[in-house]
């Protein structure tokens, strides 16, 4: 026994002494300290035979009143189970008396878990060390009361080719442990453990870091700016600064730089680490710098490819007063009819005025503009024809 | 006297049961009400004592409306469901019409035979048809007939003053208020006080020999010596009228209507709108049309004198915006409120007994002696054939025209939607339904979840629609920019109204859910989309209600069901006591004043000839104008109209018809040419203006310039084309135009990308999601955020970037404030964000304010609608500071990444370019979403462009974009210290990602452009795909 008790001891055996002394009620179980589940109750002796009394108990649940058995003169209070069955502090108090008869109880819980209540989070982390993730495990008894503290959790992982085990204690009811990420992405299985009770296994996804800087390769059928055949683009294998290859679906930006400082836009998706994107070639001879991005992340080196013009001249032919301009045959590099859809633009100007743009796509190498009378009064007009880059300029075309 | 049953009366009902039992069952369920009613009635099924329903509006009280129809629906529905309880509720009310017009009629004519037929002929009445076959109006209907089951009790009180029909007359009249509030208190102006005038010319009449001797001294005498009975009586039918649905008064006063005018078809003029002429003027009067004469000629008979005047008010009113005198007669505030379609149903329910009075001398009486006599026995069948047919055929027409032109959708199994509401706790947010058409309210009887929407707009308490002149958000493309405008801001903020799920029978509603951030669940098997929105929380459990006092809730229970028993007491058990012959039946006093059915008035004949034939000759002439007017190819501005009216709805075998033949371009070519283009225009666009002008004009060739409005989902396009046109044969044909040649490099071709697929719940449980099913929001990062004011508008613009490894679906919500860091406005980023990021996606974003974003949200409401308004409020409130909210889920749809920006050129005032879809779908709608920079490559706008045509795969598109104006952006709050991603702080989130981030990374490959404010943009897309495949 040591001292602190024994002084509650001689404390108690004073109030023993002195409670018979002065009334007629007074407080014969001495025991203070319980498990969960016992069986509690508090037994007074009560010499008047009097009055009625009550106990009024509570604990951090709630309160309720109870009324004693009686047994001659003895008053047995019992504790109902959905108190008895909780851990922690029970305040007791008489009612029913002007005395001041109170007293408190502990309520402890066994150190034998029967289940094991764990949470982690966030599911997935990111590879590096400094995202992390939490395990909380509450090892609880039966009666769903978390286990004494300082209980001991094991918390088992595993990850790649290592499994390890870590212990600890559980503070203010709850074991936690904060997980950082290693440094490989991958996935890590997680299990607890406390006093032989085990949890189910638990997913924590490692996911790769941001991507470091690549390169950017390109492939094509042919080297002709031809608007009609395509280019793809890709990246080298893009990998985190721990050489894991980035996720699946990063969004890879390509900006081309074309020979007028235009900038053109595709995107791809990595696969692997491979982005991949495709454009369409250019209408005309053109020189592309490209350049791929993940904003604010990592980006390509510059990448130069050029195409080669194919059409070098446009045939036009103007009939039916000036009013069927007929563009065509548009050739190709091996003297081919350029393929169908190349866009053929005809601009009209009236005394240095712009009025309108026809915008055509050839047909078997063919276009055929039809200058609609009713909109074009007839008169001197300036017509501009431009396709894949080159521009007729014709000054003065009269229109009847 | 012998009693002898009446067999006119008895052919009616049960013609009436036969005819009107039969058809309903085809008809009702398409009505425009029924349904409500319906809904109505559901309610109280479930909630007898109950006034507040949370299934519509966000909450409303049922006190709304009268109840009695709607209860004893409900209680009918106790025995075989909601449809058992309408149809039985619509055949009943039925019956209570036809024996309403019988005794109006015997009170009027005081003639069994002539009230029999008037009896015979309600039964087929064109305006009855339309209001329960087309309309659906059962209250109303049942209202006015309990008011013609009135009438003569209410005579005979006056004229006799035996408190026997005190009784049954106050009883009757408690039961047309309990059914429908509007009936009584115009049936009081229009029915009742005209009999109260009818009354004292008979009291007058006895005390002289003939109608004729009453002078106005005698009138003004028997007036006075009635005085106390007539106004005592209708002094209590007024007290009546308050007390019977006192709650519903009180509720009135509590939640006065605020609704905006909504525009319907009655108020319109008649000679413009044809079709409301038709269904609100034609349709009801019908055969009556030709008879007005013959109404008006007995109607001012002195003894009907105050009916007749009541009776050219009720054909005035009813004539809508025709003439300017309804507007004036009932002022602009009741003009704008009430439906007036319920004049004309009065004004020829009124004329009935005169119609039955005419058919009686027609047929058999003084009329047919006199047509015979005048004009022969032919002439007399001819005329009578002529009536019969018309007849009859407008009844027809009537009850077909719901069939031929239906006003619904095709009607919709619910229950793969109930059962969706009901699986898996869906119904613990709110539902949107759109294209639904009325039966939206059966679906919202048949399910407990709730919606914003509903179907009767007086109860409406949001401002967000209470201040717009739209029926239903669900028919909202009807109603042009301001419906496409209320719904989009149901779309934008929908975590306002906990709305989650939409149900989308019309896909044009398609890319407006979509770019309002919206994705697709798998279709339902009736057909119905479902459309979900991530990050909305659920309902809470106690949802604000407006309390009423218990006893209201208790009389509205209790009385209307009172009513009907006491009436029944009172008018009904006599009869069975009449009919056991326990007393002596009292012939009632009206029948003592027969009409002269002898000697038909001549003049009456010529004149109603002529009107007759006046009439006839408006309506060839009118049929004339429909014709040519739309005979497509009389003349170019025909076939422009027909062509693009057939475009319009789909009909491409006409609009192919129109085209020039010579042209050689067949039926199969032009399929295919439409069936390849899709986009905007083309799949989701709805014509609202033509006009065409022509710009030169030979015989045979005409140049048209075409200007037309579209309303898309999306925004209003104004287009101009010119179209070529040449007359063949006597018509005219439009010609063809070039269709696009481009050609694809590939036949097939391979692309691999990355699908996600979330598992949800992995267990089969109804339990809640279990802790290690939940993904982890994706973090996504703020990259830059700013307030700005662009001409009198605030905005918050920036740039986001998904900087985890899954796909993010977004919410950003921005909040401004003032310098006292008091709230001003809130609002959602709508269209102008990329709402789908896959991981690392960098997208621009804009924040409008819009009306309702604000606080004062009454008050900055412009009153015409321009969802890009913005309403200057006063100094004090001018915001300063601004917070950021941007939530994130992990989402696997719409992830189409695959545009391509193949070709630009950059103009002084605009660039072009050529965007090319590189991937396996087909575009739908391609948006641009174009941000601005300053000459330091800071961002300064963001702004797009919907692209009007979709990208077919390899394929490309020709664009075309103008430069925002030259109005200086202010950069107002720079501030990014109240950026919170997932309710984290947005710097705590990216530092653990991207601790190293390179700022400005992307700014060397920004596009210079030529701008005198701006020095560069960055163009970014974004594409809806409408057949995801």
Known sequence: ?400 | MKVVSNKYLICAILLCIGFHGSTIFFTLETTYDALIHLFFAGHYADNWFEHWSYKWYTGFSVMGYPPLVHQSMGALSLIGGLKFGLFTLAIIVSILFVTGVYRYSLLITANTTTAGYSSLLAVFSSSFVETLHIFGQLPSIMGISILMHALPEIYSWLKTGNYKYFFTSLSLLSVTVTSHHVTPIFGMVFFILPLVGMVIMDIAREQVNSYKEIRLQLFLKVFGKTFKRNITFVLLVLVLIVGCILPYWINSKRNPITQVPIPHGSRDNFLEILSSGLVFFLIPWGVLLFLLPYFIYRYFSKRYLFFGICFSMLIILGTGGTTPIPKMLLGDNAFNILTLDRFTLWASIMSLPLFGEFAYRFVEGDLKELIQRKFGAVYHRLIGGFLAVFFLGFAIFTLSLGYFRPSQPQKINMLPIVNFLNQDQHDQWRYLTLGFGDQMAWLSAQTNATTVDGNYHSARRLPELTTRPIERLENSKFKGVAGIGSLQQFLTVPEKYNLKYIFSNDKFYDPILYFCGWQRLPQLENGIMVWERLNIPPLSSILPRDGVHKWENIMWGIIPFTTVIVAFIFNILPLFRNGLRMKPKVPPEYLKFQNDYTSFSKTVLKVNHLWAAFVIIVMLYGTYLFYIKNDSQRSPKNVITAYYNALDFKQFKTAHSLIDPRSNLTIDQYMLEISVTDGLLSSYAKLDALKSTILKKTDSLVTMEVKTNWITPLEKINKTEYKTLVKLKRNWFLVPEEKEADLPPDQLYSKNKTGYFNQGRKRITTEQTHHEDILKQPVVEIIVAKLVKFKNSYAIIGKIQNIDNTPADIIIKGTLYNDQNKELATYNAKHLVKHKLMPKEVSSFRINFEGIAWSKTKDSIPKKFDPDEFTPIELEEQPTKFNLQLAANVSNSDLYKDHVLSNINIESKGLNGTIFNSGLQEITVPQLIITYYTKNKEIAWVDHLYLNQGIRQHRKLYFDYRFIENSIVDIINVDMSNCYVNGLPNEDVSYKIVPNRITNHTNEVLQKIHHPLYDYIKIEMNSFIGNPK
């Open chain 1, 1 to 400: 026994m040591n001292s602190k008790h024994q002084f509650l001891f001689i404390f108690l055996w004073l109030i023993a002494i002195a409670i018979p002394a002065q009334d007629s009620l007074f407080l014969i179980t001495e025991k203070k300290d319980f498990y969960a589940g016992d069986t509690i109750s508090l037994s007074f002796k009560n010499k008047s035979n009097t009055s009625s009394y009550q106990l009024f108990c509570t604990n951090s649940y709630g309160s309720t009143l109870i009324t004693p058995d009686k047994n001659e003169d003895i008053l047995i209070f019992n504790i109902p189970q959905f108190i008895s069955n909780k851990t922690g502090i029970l305040h007791w108090k008489l009612i029913g008396n002007n005395q001041n008869i109170s007293g408190k109880l502990s309520i402890t819980s066994y150190r034998k878990p029967t289940s094991l209540e764990t949470y982690i989070g966030p599911p997935t982390i990111e590879a590096g060390g400094i995202d992390y993730a939490m395990i909380i495990v509450i090892p609880t008894d039966s009666l769903d009361n978390p286990i004494p503290e300082n209980s001991k959790v094991d918390v088992k992982r595993q990850f790649l080719q290592s499994e390890n085990k870590q212990t600890i204690l559980t503070k203010d009811l709850i074991g936690y442990l904060n997980i950082f990420s290693p440094t490989p992405s991958g996935r890590m299985l997680i299990s607890t453990e406390s006093y032989e009770l085990n949890s189910k296994e638990y997913t924590l996804d490692i996911l790769p870091a941001i991507g470091k800087n690549f390169k950017v390769f390109h492939e094509r059928d042919h080297k002709y700016a031809d608007g009609n055949q395509i280019t793809t683009l890709y990246t080298s294998i893009i990998r985190d600064k721990n050489n894991n290859v980035v996720s699946d679906g990063t969004f890879v930006d390509f900006f081309i730089t074309n020979q007028d400082g235009n900038i053109l836009n595709t995107s791809g998706t990595t696969i692997r680490g491979i982005a991949t994107a495709s454009i369409i070639h250019p209408d005309c001879e053109a020189t592309w710098n490209i350049k791929a991005f993940i904003d604010g992340i990592a980006n390509s080196d510059v990448l130069q490819i050029s195409y080669a013009k194919v059409i070098h001249k446009i045939p036009v032919k103007f009939s039916e007063d000036n009013r069927i301009i007929t563009v065509g045959p548009l050739i190709s590099f091996m003297e081919q009819m350029i393929p169908d859809g190349l866009q053929i633009e005809l601009s009209m100007y009236k005394e240095g005025k712009f009025l309108n743009k026809i915008v055509e796509q050839s047909k078997d190498g063919f276009t055929t503009f039809k200058i609609n009378p009713n909109i074009y009064k007839s008169g001197n007009y300036e017509i501009q024809i431009t396709s894949a880059c080159n521009t007729k300029i014709y000054k003065s075309i009269k229109l009847w």
